[in-house]
């Protein structure tokens, strides 16, 4: 009985472990990194969509978010760049995280002064916008992570973990139902847009952010770890690792944004040729445009490398031996399976959350309805199903739950389908969401369990990050074009497609059950 009582603290312990200190920070913390993601996801979607914003422009907002889907490029940078004055008042974490925080304010102002009602100048600000906020959200995580990681010892990272998280899934509350509550009775509905509704929520989620600010300007500066302080870069480096990050962003940027008028007549020409499959057609130009910027990055990034303007060295230890480690451990086949059903496991839920919001708005449902079923009963309903995915996980091991998880993920969007033709009616939303967000909760437990898997000790951070972004990248690139399948095909076929999405998904969990499952798990 002794030795079964040392393997379980008292409850008094587990109460002093819940109200340490650092455990109360990750909660705000937590909350702060939880706020960001909705004003640029779904809550901005309602809001142009009440502006009158076409539905194909307001999913393109989606991408927007793509900052989460590419933070493994600058985390170096973020890891090992001191900031000028801020790192010597804050230190290096703390500043981070404080410029971050700060960017991020700015942005929501941006947004709330910015009417997209106005024209084309003012859809293009508030694209600008969005991409900031972004990007400084995307940072803020970078800096959390490794904060939490960094400030205590490893004995109590799963207690900060889970504050981390419950902070997290409050702050998505505010920003979901609370900023669509706060707009309705700030007088905005889908008839009567009111521009200062939607100015003066954005404005209160501003304000919120200040608890961010708050805690960071109230919490110390972990100790650096010995292997920390090995891998610190020198000024030089540091500067040099900036400039090779700002050119081969400018680079791609260039290469994308100056390639939209051609896209646009290949795509044109595209669609009138292919007839039916116009919209396939011009997703897969789309799609070559994405990696033609990206071929031009790494180019760039190379010839800076055989200039000797950045260390070779230096670039090789940031972003070459953690992918290399990967695909030393798995082998080339076995490692490409793995990454394409790390890129594509969420692929249904995430591109019909893309167009979700419209749908609901489309349907007939109030943002009150929307704010109280979607947000707020959905949000609970994904905690149940994570706590059920954690214990079904444990009991029937990683392959099976994520097996489970990605059928029921893929088979609940076909309720959609069933919601899309009976019209505005409650009950069945409340049915639809209530299976939705427990399934999602169910399988996003299995497949972070799947991905800490994949990861090598030696490369945690670097390789977990990439995990984490190659996650969503595809999906949200994919969801994009949602509104524009919606245009095309309708709601109820285009959640069909989404369904159908995951069949594949299923195929690939399949094909990589004997290195997710243990010997006589599959």
């Known amino acids: ?207 919120v952010m200040t608890v961010g600010v708050l805690t960071t300007l109230s919490i110390s500066e972990p100790e650096k770890s010995g292997s920390n302080v090995r891998q610190d870069f020198s000024s030089n480096h540091s500067f040099r690792l900036l400039f090779l990050f700002l050119l081969v962003a400018i680079s791609f940027g260039t290469c994308f944004f100056f390639s939209a008028g051609l896209v646009s007549s290949v795509k044109a020409g595209a669609a009138q040729a292919a007839g039916a499959h116009g919209e396939l057609i011009a997703f897969l130009v789309e799609t070559c445009r994405l990696l033609l910027a990206l071929a031009v990055a790494m180019l760039v990034a190379k010839g800076l490398v055989l200039l000797r303007l950045v260390d070779e060295k230096m670039v090789g230890e940031t972003f070459v031996a953690p992918v290399r480690d990967f695909f030393e451990r798995y082998g080339l086949k076995t490692a490409i399976l793995l990454l394409v059903l790390v890129g594509f496991y969420r692929v249904s839920d995430i591109v019909l959350g893309v167009v979700s919001n419209v749908f609901y708005l489309d349907m007939g449902f109030s943002k009150n309805v929307i704010a109280t079923v979607t947000k707020t009963f959905g949000l609970g309903m994904t905690l149940v199903g994570g706590f059920m995915g954690g214990m079904l996980t444990v009991r029937f091991g990683v392959y099976s739950i994520l097996f489970a998880g990605a059928l029921l993920a893929a088979g609940t969007n076909l309720l959609f389908m069933l919601l899309a033709g009976s019209g505005a009616d409650l009950s069945l939303l409340t049915v639809v969401i209530g299976a939705d967000s427990f399934c999602a909760g169910l399988a996003s437990t299995a497949f972070i369990a799947f991905l800490s898997s994949l990861t090598n000790v030696s490369f945690t951070a670097v390789q977990y990050a990439l995990f984490s972004s190659l996650m969503t990248l595809f999906p949200k690139l994919i969801g994009g074009y949602s509104g524009t399948f919606v245009a095309s095909i309708g709601y109820e076929s285009f959640f069909l497609l989404t369904a159908l999405m995951g069949i594949p998904v299923l195929l690939l969990v399949w094909l990589a059950r004997g290195i997710i499952a243990p010997p006589g798990e599959a």
């Open 1 to 207: 009985m002794s030795k079964k009582n040392e393997n379980h603290p008292a409850s008094s312990q587990l109460l002093r472990a819940w109200l340490h200190p650092q455990v109360l920070v990750m909660f705000f913390l937590g909350f702060s990194a939880g706020i960001p993601l909705l004003l640029i996801f779904s809550t901005l979607s309602v809001w142009l969509r009440e502006a009158g914003i076409d539905r194909a422009a307001v999913t393109f907002f989606s991408w927007a978010a793509l900052a989460y889907s590419f933070k493994f490029i600058w985390a170096p940078l973020v890891d090992r760049m001191p900031l000028p004055l801020l790192t010597r008042w804050l230190g290096r974490r703390r500043a981070w995280l404080f410029m971050a925080q700060v960017l991020i304010i700015a942005a929501i102002v941006w947004m709330a002064v910015t009417d997209p009602a106005l024209g084309e100048r003012s859809m293009v600000l508030m694209a600008l916008a969005a991409v900031l906020l972004g990007f400084s959200s995307a940072t803020q995580d970078i800096v959390i992570d490794a904060y939490r990681i960094e400030c205590v010892d490893l004995s109590m990272q799963a207690m900060l973990a889970s504050s981390y998280v419950a902070g997290y899934r409050i702050g998505m509350l505010t920003a979901g139902a609370g900023s669509l509550y706060l707009a309705s009775f700030f007088g905005t509905t889908r008839e009567f847009y009111c521009f200062a509704a939607w100015q003066k929520t954005y404005l209160a989620m501003a304000l």
